[in-house]
């Protein structure tokens, strides 16, 4: 482990000088718009039903492009174009441990602990860098204000794979207390031609402790303390299939891929204060601490040279035909470590009907990073012997250090509303290189930028218009070699009219981008010297349209709720290159990771005690032959539905059927074959309130 590692005492000393989250009491304008459009409870039975722990449809619901992955395993996400500088947050602290050196880590929180989610897709000068090109907050679950309050929750699939999660909180006079468990499992025969299973294995943790003003206080305030834990294990691989077994067996792997797994252990430690300095202002700080230790086993090569579509078909005839002779391959080991600490704080003043918000952040982390290698021999009975002891291929370190501070200025009249922000952000990165990293270069640089914002807004009974500009800017990471900064103009027109239960919104926008960072993320397989790396694309461009309806048809004996959130993107390449991780690209050509449309619609009946939703996830085709080793997947449709029955106010049961059209979906289309998503997947649970 890192030795940044911070051990429980020294935590627990530092309690005075812990902060607490942010209150949202200060957004813009535009910001609120997305807040009411992009903001999901997850508490909603026509939400709740279909997203006890997996979080895809809910994401694509709030406004994100949600890229495929296998079952089980997160999914990498962008934000009209950007896949870097697109913060990913919980209770407004970072969740990754290490967004600034760590920017290949993709993960998304457990939704069991989660309240509610929000998308912000445009920059945010309270933000910073890493939410410059937007960002996901995740908000946990609160304590309870009750003396004892508990959820149980429990689910099967039809193959008896458990899922159970308790969450018991309570306020006992001014102190309260939440701690929550839930425990996923899932074993899968994956098999082709030899005994194989997909695995898949989380524990999470969470525990919360807080209290109210201390005796002789002044002021009101709040202090709590928060620990998360999870754990998570995925056997599945980063091999895929030829075109023909896929269509005989999608959800199958290769005997070679065996041993492959991705295992991952997040521990965050926080602690919140709230003061409530007078009824005008409030201020509130964070101090966290948080780890990542990811291990990991993956196929890479066959014959010392690194697996593509031709060798794939290789390792296909030998698992159909295999021979005494055996084949020889190597697997990536993969011993990461990244942490990351900080300390943010934030006040709001208000004067009159105007309003001031000052933040400042400071934030270090750290990426550890030492892949060996291991090579082995398939035999023809399809099982591996061990050819070499394991041995190093890569070591190297990068450490980051951020400086944000920003002020943004509400000022309101009547029905007008001007809003005025700066941000700034300075950084500095280093990377130090151990052993076998000779393909790598060593880095030591900072960089700052500005984040200018404004806004005019106007409201009118039910319609608010609000039209912005702002600047958006990204620090490079130390694998960057050019050192740029990722930079671009962002415009937008938002638009939004609630009358009663009908509430739709409308948002046109342009990013234009002087420069834009593309890591190792969706749609390739990486080896280890390109996980390392971060490439500049100029000139790119990024436009489109967000529609958001939600509305509910009320009757004497049911309701109907009905949603729909359609993006419509245009994206180009603003010149013609090659590099390391993209491919080649043509100007005037799609980004590979961005699909022109993107829909996610869904549509319920309640009467009763019973009610039955059906939720859909569109996406047109992403990926580009002209993009080596990045085939394409064409344009894909899944189909959830979902049933549930209150058995009384506080119990209830439901049923769940994942991808009802049992379609073949695929995750992944590229130079390592094909990878599927979920097959048909039917869940009965129950949950119950205490």
């Known amino acids: 482990m890192s030795d940044r590692s911070f051990s429980v005492s020294m935590v627990a000393s530092a309690v005075l000088l812990m902060l607490g989250s942010f209150p949202s009491v200060a957004s813009t304008v535009t910001e609120s718009i997305e807040d009411k459009n992009s903001r999901i409870d997850l508490q909603q039975d026509e939400v709740s039903v279909f997203h006890y722990r997996q979080s895809v449809n809910v994401l694509a619901k709030a406004g994100v492009t949600v890229h495929p992955n296998v079952e089980h395993a997160p999914n990498a996400l962008s934000i009209r174009g950007a896949t870097n500088g697109v913060a990913i947050l919980q209770d407004n602290i970072f969740y990754l441990a290490a967004p600034y050196s760590g920017q290949n880590l993709v993960s998304q929180p457990n939704l069991f602990f989660q309240s509610a989610i929000s998308t912000n897709k445009h920059s945010n000068v309270n933000s910073g860098g890493q939410g410059a090109f937007g960002q996901l907050n995740y908000v946990t679950?609160?304590?309870?204000?009750?003396?004892?309050?508990?959820?149980?929750?429990?689910?099967?699939?039809q193959d008896g794979s458990p899922a159970g999660g308790l969450i018991v909180s309570g306020t006992t006079k001014q102190y309260g207390m939440l701690l929550g468990v839930d425990y996923q499992k899932n074993d899968t025969e994956a098999g082709l031609n030899s005994s194989i299973d997909n695995k898949h294995q989380t524990t999470d943790i969470l525990f919360k402790i807080n209290a109210d003003s201390l005796v002789g206080a002044r002021n009101p305030q709040k202090t709590e303390f928060s620990y998360h834990f999870t754990d998570t294990t995925l056997d599945?691989?980063?091999?895929?299939?030829?075109?023909?077994?896929?269509?005989?067996?999608?959800?199958?792997?290769?005997?070679?891929?065996?041993?492959?797994?991705?295992?991952?252990?997040?521990?965050?430690?926080?602690?919140?204060?709230?003061?409530?300095?007078?009824?005008?202002?409030?201020?509130?700080?964070?101090?966290?601490?948080?780890?990542?230790?990811?291990?990991?086993?993956?196929?890479?090569?066959?014959?010392?040279?690194?697996?593509?579509?031709?060798?794939?078909?290789?390792?296909?005839?030998?698992?159909?035909?295999?021979?005494?002779?055996?084949?020889?391959?190597?697997?990536?080991?993969?011993?990461?470590?990244?942490?990351?600490?900080?300390?943010?704080?934030?006040?709001?003043?208000?004067?009159?009907?105007?309003?001031?918000?000052?933040?400042?952040?400071?934030?270090?982390?750290?990426?550890?990073?030492k892949v060996a290698k291991i090579d082995y021999l398939l035999n023809e009975d399809l099982g591996l012997n061990t050819l070499d002891a394991q041995y190093g291929v890569g070591d190297y370190t990068d450490d980051a250090d951020a400086f944000t501070t920003s002020v943004n200025t509400k000022l309101n009249y009547d029905a007008w509303s001007v809003n005025v922000g700066l941000g700034y952000e300075n950084v500095s990165v280093t990377r130090e290189l151990g052993d076998y990293a000779d393909l790598l270069t060593a880095a030591d640089f900072s960089d700052d930028g500005w984040l200018p914002s404004l806004e005019l807004a106007y409201k009118k009974d039910a319609w608010l218009l609000a039209l912005s500009a702002k600047q958006a800017w990204t620090a490079a990471g130390a694998g960057n070699a050019e050192q740029l900064a990722q930079e671009a103009l962002q415009y937008q027109l938002a638009l939004q009219y609630q009358q009663g239960s009908l509430n739709v919104g409308l948002t046109t926008y342009i990013h234009d981008f002087d420069n834009q960072h593309m890591t190792c993320k969706w749609g390739v397989h990486c080896i280890p010297v390109q996980e390392a790396v971060q490439v500049?694309?100029?000139?790119?461009?990024?436009?489109?349209?967000?529609?958001?309806?939600?509305?509910?048809?009320?009757?004497?004996?049911?309701?109907?709720?009905?949603?729909?959130?359609?993006?419509?993107?245009?994206?180009?390449?603003?010149?013609?290159?090659?590099?390391?991780?993209?491919?080649?690209?043509?100007?005037?050509?799609?980004?590979?990771?961005?699909?022109?449309?993107?829909?996610?619609?869904?549509?319920?009946?309640?009467?009763?005690?019973?009610?039955?939703?059906?939720?859909?996830?569109?996406?047109?085709?992403?990926?580009?032959?002209?993009?080596?080793?990045?085939?394409?997947?064409?344009?894909?449709?899944?189909?959830?539905?979902?049933?549930?029955?209150?058995?009384?106010?506080?119990?209830?049961?439901?049923?769940?059927?994942?991808?009802?059209?049992?379609?073949?979906?695929?995750?992944?289309?590229?130079?390592?074959?094909?990878?599927?998503?979920?097959?048909?997947?039917?869940?009965?649970?129950?949950?119950?309130?205490?």
């Open 141 to 157: 679950a609160k304590i309870s204000e009750r003396e004892t309050d508990a959820i149980f929750n429990i689910e099967a699939d």
């Open 236 to 369: 599945n691989s980063d091999i895929g299939l030829t075109l023909a077994d896929f269509a005989a067996s999608a959800h199958s792997r290769y005997a070679v891929t065996t041993l492959d797994f991705d295992q991952g252990k997040r521990q965050r430690y926080a602690l919140a204060h709230q003061v409530n300095l007078s009824g005008q202002s409030i201020m509130s700080t964070d101090f966290y601490y948080q780890s990542f230790a990811q291990r990991g086993h993956n196929t890479l090569t066959i014959n010392d040279e690194v697996i593509n579509r031709q060798l794939l078909q290789v390792l296909s005839d030998f698992e159909s035909n295999p021979t005494s002779q055996g084949l020889a391959t190597s697997a990536a080991v993969a011993n990461n470590d990244f942490d990351g600490f900080g300390m943010q704080t934030k006040g709001v003043s208000l004067y009159g009907a105007h309003e001031v918000t000052y933040q400042a952040r400071y934030h270090s982390d750290k990426a550890e990073m």
């Open 536 to 690: 500049n694309l100029k000139d790119v461009s990024v436009s489109g349209t967000d529609l958001t309806i939600d509305y509910k048809l009320d009757f004497n004996r049911f309701s109907i709720p009905m949603g729909l959130d359609y993006s419509y993107t245009q994206s180009e390449f603003g010149q013609s290159s090659c590099d390391i991780i993209v491919g080649c690209y043509a100007a005037g050509q799609s980004l590979p990771w961005v699909p022109e449309q993107q829909i996610s619609a869904n549509i319920g009946l309640v009467i009763g005690q019973f009610s039955i939703f059906a939720n859909g996830l569109y996406q047109s085709e992403t990926g580009s032959t002209f993009v080596p080793g990045n085939y394409g997947i064409d344009s894909q449709l899944k189909i959830d539905l979902a049933a549930q029955y209150q058995m009384t106010q506080a119990h209830k049961v439901y049923v769940r059927i994942e991808n009802v059209l049992d379609e073949a979906l695929i995750a992944k289309n590229y130079q390592m074959g094909m990878l599927s998503q979920a097959e048909m997947t039917t869940y009965i649970g129950y949950q119950g309130q205490f």
